[in-house]
């Protein structure tokens, strides 16, 4: 009688089991070597598709595509997974308005991002990228009175000691010298993709039910269309000569490794928290590095790359930052300091 009435009355959901630990654990490092494989390669990607150091072809242009083909594969899955009701979600004015002003920011992003990699390579390029740490810090505490510890402040100072040292150091053994105008570009691509992810993390909570492919499809019909009058705004060449100017097989492999990139950072981030993305995104320094130094000059007679010299004063630089930037994501932040006082 007491097991009888121990029973539901109505059948419940049962809870699905847990995923065992070790193939939880082998998911994150399948998406984690991932995630660090895609940030390396992109960058290296662009670089081989300049010719003698700036790129041939509209700097936005690849973004473009990019964007059509992520608007076109959305909407396909949509259909192929959830029918009409799919390609209607595609399109629901509601939630097409809100993902359409963070796309415009990315958008915005994506074109500051190739316009930094027409004039520096792709390892100070990633280098200087972990300036987000500094301006997400300044970004939050602005948005939402978010501060950090002293400890992370001192951290994210020395990155950014670490990162001008880094490009000084570079520049004495580099045939081309650094043109402060990157560096621009890159803060301001920088600026743009925190202000993104906090944007997203506050104004998209209410659709993380909604499926990816609905999502890429609603973000990147808005930033198909801003990286379209972007490039036709301040690329010349394109206006003059047409869209597919300069292009070649490399640039092809460019338009495809944005799309690469794209749908990876959607789908392996669901098995990635923040700590694992930002040590991801610093250990694709030393990847891009190792690759100038070491795999450029094996490969120069297939690839249009020019191999770096290896020089202990750069290689010990890029580990710093890199180290540097693990400590700051390992570094405890203000409200677990504060619950272990009050435990």
Request: net charge positive; proline share 4%.
């Amino acid at each position: 009688m007491s097991s009888s009435l121990r029973e539901p009355l109505l059948p419940t959901r049962q809870p699905k089991p847990a995923a065992p630990k070790e193939t939880r654990l082998a998911v994150t490092a399948g998406a984690f070597l991932c995630f660090v494989l895609v940030r390396s390669v992109h960058p290296i990607v662009i670089d081989i598709s300049k010719t003698d150091g700036s790129l041939p072809y509209g700097k936005a242009t690849p973004c473009v595509i990019n964007s059509a083909v992520d608007v076109v594969l959305g909407n396909l899955m949509a259909f192929m997974f959830r029918g009409t009701a799919g390609l209607k979600q595609c399109w629901d004015p509601a939630t097409l308005k809100v993902f359409s002003v963070i796309a415009v920011l990315y958008a915005f992003g994506d074109f500051l991002e190739m316009v930094s990699m027409s004039v520096m390579g792709g390892a100070a390029y990633q280098i200087l990228l972990q300036s987000k740490l500094l301006i997400t810090a300044l970004i939050i505490w602005v948005l939402r009175g978010q501060r950090q510890t002293l400890l992370q402040w001192n951290v994210l100072v020395t990155i950014a000691m670490g990162m001008s040292a880094f490009v000084l150091v570079d520049e004495s053994s580099s045939q081309a010298p650094f043109r402060p105008i990157g560096l621009l570009f890159v803060v301001a691509k920088v600026f743009f993709s925190c202000l993104c992810a906090v944007l997203t993390e506050k104004y998209l909570k209410a659709f993380r039910d909604m499926p990816i492919y609905v999502q890429v499809a609603q973000l990147k019909f808005a930033w198909l269309w801003t990286s379209l009058v972007l490039t036709l705004a301040f690329d010349g060449n394109v206006r003059e000569n047409g869209f597919f100017d300069g292009w070649d097989g490399r640039t092809l492999v460019v338009a495809c490794s944005w799309v690469c990139k794209g749908w990876t950072t959607f789908l392996v981030l669901k098995n990635l928290d923040s700590v694992l993305k930002n040590i991801g995104e610093a250990a694709a320094i030393l990847v891009i590095y190792l690759f100038d130094v070491v795999v450029a000059e094996k490969v120069m007679d297939y690839l249009p790359v020019s191999p770096k010299e290896f020089r202990l004063s750069v290689f010990l630089m890029v580990l710093v930052i890199v180290l540097t930037v693990v400590t700051y994501t390992m570094a405890p932040t203000q409200k677990s300091q504060a619950s272990s006082k009050m435990s």
